[in-house]
């Protein structure tokens, strides 16, 4: 009987376990068909080397690539449309962002863009030097490090578990075994009582 016991409580000590594994979380900026995917660990630091396969909305793969060190991992999809981005990194952490590529814009903003557009390009022109494309990637992925830490730690709040969780699991297991319980003894004194 003790032994039964122990062995009970030891499998529900297991399952009630909390597990410290970190989560991963992966975010997409997307312009002009260019993509800019970002993962990183619930803890900030970037998922190097990862998987990443791009499926359309039929469930096709676009393409597969891994991430840098910094845990981006860029990309052209030229086609329009709907797509999923899935990040595998070590582990199997796993993280899924769904992102669209050339939302359908109505003609009165393309034209009202463009004309924005050749007067800002015009005012810089007129300006010292401009900063290259991929420089200005930089410096805008360096801004928004913040900020995809700052939504990671919210994100890791609102998926951790509480105590009031982990009392309520125990309580329902406690009263799960109570019931269990209950019937192997009634059912031990009923055969008892037969003899």
């Known amino acids: 009987m003790k032994r039964l016991l122990i062995f009970i409580f030891s499998f529900l000590f297991l399952l009630t376990a909390q597990s ?13 068909g260019n993509v800019s995917l970002v993962s990183y660990f619930s803890d900030g630091t970037p998922a190097k080397n990862a998987k990443v396969t791009v499926y359309d909305s039929k ?6 690539g891994r991430t840098n060190k910094e845990g981006e991992f860029d990309f052209k999809i030229k086609r329009s449309g709907k797509y999923r981005a899935v990040v595998l990194a070590e582990l ?14 109505t003609s009165e903003s393309k034209t009202a863009g463009n004309t924005e557009a050749k007067a800002i390009t015009q005012s810089c022109a007129k300006s010292t030097a401009l900063p290259s494309v991929e420089e200005f ?6 801004e928004l490090r913040p900020i995809h830490r700052e939504l990671l ?12 969780d982990v009392i309520g699991g ?8 109570g019931a269990f319980m209950f019937g192997y003894c009634y059912r031990r004194r009923e055969g008892g009582d037969a003899s």
């Open 20 to 32: 410290f594994a970190h989560k991963i979380s992966a975010f997409v900026d997307v312009e002009d």
């Open 59 to 64: 469930g096709n793969v676009v393409l597969t």
């Open 92 to 105: 199997g952490h796993r993280a899924v962002v769904d992102f669209t590529v050339g939302a359908p814009a």
């Open 137 to 142: 990637r930089k410096v805008l992925r360096e």
């Open 153 to 164: 730690k919210v994100e890791e709040a609102q998926s951790s578990i509480s105590y009031k």
């Open 170 to 177: 125990l309580g329902w297991i406690l009263g799960i075994f």
